[in-house]
């Protein structure tokens, strides 16, 4: 049986998927991928697309850097920002 935590993650990974583009999705890096999750958690796809126009359009066009100079979440704390903000630019190091 799935723990509640492994299904509402699992559902969130889908839903962070599907705001991103399956074909993007797929050759993302994986810190790139962590952050969006995070941020898909935080907010939900719904609000993220809506209220994060520049991160979404980054995010899509694969720049990385720019994502994460847009990834701040004014209710989630310094620490959950440092976080996304060092994913995305570990993605864009490594890409």
């Given at each position: 049986?799935?723990?509640?935590?492994?299904?509402?993650?699992?559902?969130?990974?889908?839903?962070?998927?599907?705001?991103?583009?399956?074909?993007?999705?797929?050759?993302?890096?994986?810190?790139?991928?962590?952050?969006?999750?995070?941020?898909?958690?935080?907010?939900?796809?719904?609000?993220?697309?809506?209220?994060?126009?520049?991160?979404?359009?980054?995010i899509?066009?694969?720049?990385?850097?720019?994502?994460?100079?847009?990834?701040?979440?004014?209710?989630?704390?310094?620490?959950?920002?440092?976080?996304?903000?060092?994913?995305?630019?570990a993605?864009?190091?490594?890409?």
């Amino acid at each position: 049986m799935m723990s509640l935590y492994h299904q509402d993650f699992n559902e969130k990974e889908s839903d962070a998927r599907n705001y991103v583009g399956k074909n993007r999705w797929r050759g993302m890096p994986q810190s790139a991928k962590n952050a969006v999750i995070d941020m898909v958690f935080n907010l939900g796809a719904g609000k993220l697309e809506r209220s994060f126009h520049d991160f979404t359009k980054a995010i899509r066009a694969g720049n990385y850097a720019e994502a994460a100079a847009q990834s701040h979440i004014i209710k989630i704390g310094h620490e959950r920002n440092s976080y996304n903000k060092s994913q995305l630019l570990a993605a864009a190091y490594h890409s």
